[in-house]
């Protein structure tokens, strides 16, 4: 079969590979029917997440057909459609029963990561990705949700990740009526949670990028201002952010950039001398920007060594900070009947299709935010 497999810092290959087999009892086989590339695996792509090996195929957003179903499955057979959540998860341990899939203990064993993931590094547990034709998913009963008969896979492709996550991160920026929420990166992921902070009664959602046309996309798609941080001048974002919400400060902030952030020359330098984890600009303007007694939400993605972030501003302005992997698990019933009534468009943020085969030059598009992209997603020649 063909999968989109990691070859280095900045490169990847379309490659022939041995199809997947059912390895315990409660797994599946899927063929996959259609499979996006994320924002976190650019973190891979660059080389950042420590153990993610020549060879590897990524991807942890995909929808497929059951190829094959094991023997200790119950709930799926041969022909079913599902969306997969890209959090691997028992289904039984401490936490998967408390809901939180995002940290399951039996999928992947590092303390100081989450649970097991796809095609995520052998940090989250070296499962085999989904931008392939064919992937292996562990704990088949628990994971893949069905997709109703009368939608199409693309409809519930990101109940896989971005929506859910989106859609975690307004929860936990605790928005109540009225409130005005700022989202750091209108990439996909940010603007799941610009939809999303509507939805839980948000009055105003400022989006933050440096990128003219995501913004243009977010105020069309999501119905939010803009502040584009470069053309503002870094430092004098925080003031604007002030000035827009009377002087205070936003109710919430929300950091979708994560560990990659551009727009301080101090974080970048202190990243690239590997004195912290990458760049924590977003996460920093995040405390800086939010009102005393607010919320801070991470929600890009971090790895576990420290950053410089400026903590004291945080605990003298009593914060509140929150931050998870999603655990996706939980939202898809409910995020389903927004879906489906109209309420969130989550596939309407696609930009580009292209057949798997072009997977590598799919991810140097996206990576380098050419030709507009906002999303891409591969669809496999067998699909
Ligand atoms: N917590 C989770 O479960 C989860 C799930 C999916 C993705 N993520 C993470 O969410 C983040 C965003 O993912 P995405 O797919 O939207 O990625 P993306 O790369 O498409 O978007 C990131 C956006 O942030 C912008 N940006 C860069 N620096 C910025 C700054 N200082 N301030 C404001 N904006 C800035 C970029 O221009 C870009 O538009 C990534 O870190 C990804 O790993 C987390
Ligand atoms: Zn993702
Ligand atoms: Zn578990």
């Known amino acids: 079969?063909?999968?989109?497999?990691?070859?280095?810092?900045?490169?990847?290959?379309?490659?022939?590979?041995?199809?997947?087999?059912?390895?315990?009892?409660?797994?599946?086989?899927?063929?996959?029917?259609?499979?996006?590339?994320?924002?976190?695996?650019?973190?891979?792509?660059?080389?950042?997440?420590?153990?993610?090996?020549?060879?590897?195929?990524?991807?942890?957003?995909?929808?497929?057909?059951?190829?094959?179903?094991?023997?200790?499955?119950?709930?799926?057979?041969?022909?079913?459609?599902?969306?997969?959540?890209?959090?691997?998860?028992?289904?039984?341990?401490?936490?998967c029963q408390r809901g939180l899939t995002g940290v399951c203990d039996n999928s992947n064993c590092s303390c100081s990561m989450g649970g097991g993931a796809f095609g995520y590094s052998h940090t989250t547990g070296g499962y085999e990705g989904g931008q392939a034709e064919f992937v292996r998913v562990p704990y088949a009963d628990i994971g893949p949700f069905k997709i109703p008969e009368d939608m199409e896979e693309e409809d519930l492709l990101f109940l896989s990740d971005i929506l859910p996550t989106g859609y975690q991160a307004a929860e936990m920026a605790g928005i109540k009526k009225g409130e005005t929420v700022c989202v750091f990166g209108a990439g996909p992921v940010g603007l799941m949670a610009m939809q999303s902070a509507w939805l839980m009664g948000a009055g105003r959602v400022i989006a933050v990028d440096r990128l003219d046309y995501r913004l243009d996309f977010a105020k069309s798609w999501a119905g939010v201002e803009t502040l584009n941080y470069e053309r503002e001048g870094y430092a004098h974002v925080i003031g604007r952010l002030r000035e827009m919400t009377e002087g205070r400060g936003p109710d919430a902030c929300i950091d979708a950039v994560g560990c990659e952030a551009l727009g301080s020359k101090w974080q970048t330098l202190l990243g690239k001398a590997k004195l912290q984890a990458g760049s924590a600009t977003a996460l920093t303007w995040a405390i800086q920007a939010a009102r005393r007694g607010g919320n801070v939400v991470m929600i890009g993605v971090y790895g576990p060594p420290w950053n410089m972030v400026p903590m004291g501003e945080a605990m003298n302005k009593g914060l509140t900070i929150r931050g998870a992997q999603c655990n996706v698990k939980r939202y898809l019933p409910h995020l389903l009947e927004h879906i489906r009534a109209g309420r969130l468009n989550p596939k309407a943020i696609i930009s580009h299709r292209f057949p798997l085969e072009n997977g590598a030059e799919a991810y140097r598009i996206f990576d380098e935010k050419r030709d507009e992209c906002i999303k891409c997603v591969l669809i496999p020649q067998a699909a």
């Not at 996959?32 to 590897?56: E, K, N, Q, Y």
Request: charge should be neutral.
């Open 1 to 95: 079969m063909k999968a989109v497999t990691y070859r280095g810092p900045g490169s990847m290959k379309v490659v022939e590979k041995a199809l997947p087999r059912i390895e315990h009892p409660d797994d599946i086989v899927l063929r996959v029917t259609r499979t996006a590339i994320c924002g976190s695996d650019l973190h891979l792509f660059h080389g950042l997440v420590p153990d993610t090996r020549v060879g590897a195929t990524f991807g942890h957003e995909f929808a497929g057909v059951v190829e094959e179903a094991g023997p200790g499955v119950a709930s799926l057979q041969r022909g079913d459609r599902v969306v997969v959540p890209f959090n691997i998860a028992c289904g039984t341990c401490f936490y």
